[in-house]
């Protein structure tokens, strides 16, 4: 039997796991560059390095396929596993256009966060769009993007896209560190 009790990873817990793949993946490719010459060595290095990096930004991102709702939860498939959002404590959205042309809507709790492409799964939309006016009806400041997305009105001063500090302070961390383990790693060929 399946285990249908929502899953909820803390952000600041995706982070660790985010910087101990970077060392990882940091360890075993110095571990490849001694064992091996150093002729290809870096371009390899720079592929899975890259590969990496894409990995740790979803993780850190949680980002969702196949939304769907499990009693008041906003449950999605993610790298590491089923997660899932209390749509009843919603404390902040955030909007995103990625390169190709995909959006993408990050929905905050008061323990994680959850990102899932749009448009949402039909039965999910009206769930999604309740649970978003209860938020600015307890005075969450959704973006612009967001209540125009979801047909809430406006909140005067909101920011266009929305975001949130510690995902934000997160990626950016999590960047520098794997920049500075392929830029050592590039520097010690």
Request: aromatic share 4%; charged share 15%; with cysteine.
């Amino acid at each position: 039997m399946e285990d249908t009790r929502p899953r909820r990873i803390p952000r600041l817990t995706r982070l660790g796991l985010s910087v101990g793949l970077v060392l990882v993946i940091a360890a075993a490719l110095a571990l490849l560059a001694t064992a091996i010459g150093r002729s290809w060595v870096t371009s390899v290095a720079l592929a899975i390095a890259v590969v990496g990096l894409i990995v740790i930004a979803q993780v850190i991102g949680n980002v969702g396929t196949n939304a769907q709702l499990n009693g008041h939860y906003l449950e999605a498939r993610t790298l590491i596993g089923r997660q899932s959002v209390d749509l009843t404590c919603v404390t902040g959205v955030r909007w995103d256009r990625s390169r190709g042309g995909t959006v993408w809507i990050s929905v905050h709790d008061d323990i994680t966060d959850l990102a899932i492409t749009i448009p949402v799964p039909s039965a999910v939309e009206p769930v999604l769009t309740d649970a978003l006016r209860a938020a600015l009806a307890r005075g969450v400041r959704l973006p612009r993007r967001v209540t125009d997305q979801f047909g809430l009105p406006p909140v005067p001063g909101a920011p266009r896209v929305g975001g949130s500090k510690l995902t934000i302070l997160a990626e950016v961390v999590v960047g520098l560190v794997a920049f500075a383990v392929v830029l050592g790693l590039i520097v010690s060929f």
